[in-house]
């Protein structure tokens, strides 16, 4: 749609480099296609889709599509993992969150971005459904799985954590 294209406003232009120099992380997820290329052309720190997934997976528009996610790792950025059905599935009437569509929405992103371009954005207080991952006390059972899908530990700990403390200490 038309809407996607719009970018940030005048104002949200001239904020970008006052949130740089103040060390403010600057999140995308919840902005149109104009919006996340105008961050990606101003900013000159990383900056983060905290609860975003692939759109060539599942259909929303705020989801990344392919070329923001090499945009958001030749950035330095990082997408947090959203564990939302609604978020994870290609037919949004499934209320089914599982490890294997986070896999796969991760897989896309390393693919596309780099190891270093994915987190966990877990969402927990805004989503619900049937959820395999359900609270912070699982997220245990995504790293195993990643682990068996022929990631190593140094990985895993990158998309568990590393990639976002990274991000944190580089923009603060």
Do not use: W
């Amino acid at each position: 749609p038309e809407i996607m294209q719009k970018g940030l406003k005048d104002f949200g232009k001239e904020a970008i480099p006052y949130m740089n120099e103040l060390g403010i992380i600057i999140d995308v997820s919840h902005l149109s296609d104009g919006g996340f290329m105008d961050v990606a052309s101003l900013s000159k720190k990383p900056f983060v889709a905290s609860h975003s997934n692939c759109r060539s997976i599942s259909p929303p528009q705020r989801h990344l599509t392919a070329a923001m996610i090499k945009i958001l790792g030749e950035k330095g950025g990082v997408a947090g993992i959203n564990f939302g059905p609604e978020f994870l599935n290609e037919d949004l009437e499934i209320k089914d969150s599982t490890i294997d569509l986070m896999v796969k929405h991760i897989n896309n992103f390393v693919n596309l971005g780099g190891i270093e371009c994915v987190g966990m954005g877990s969402d927990f207080d805004g989503i619900g459904g049937n959820m395999e991952v359900s609270g912070v006390e699982k997220m245990n059972l995504i790293f195993d799985r990643l682990l068996k899908e022929g990631y190593n530990q140094e990985q895993v700990e990158k998309i568990a954590y590393k990639n976002a403390m990274r991000v944190i200490t580089e923009v603060m």
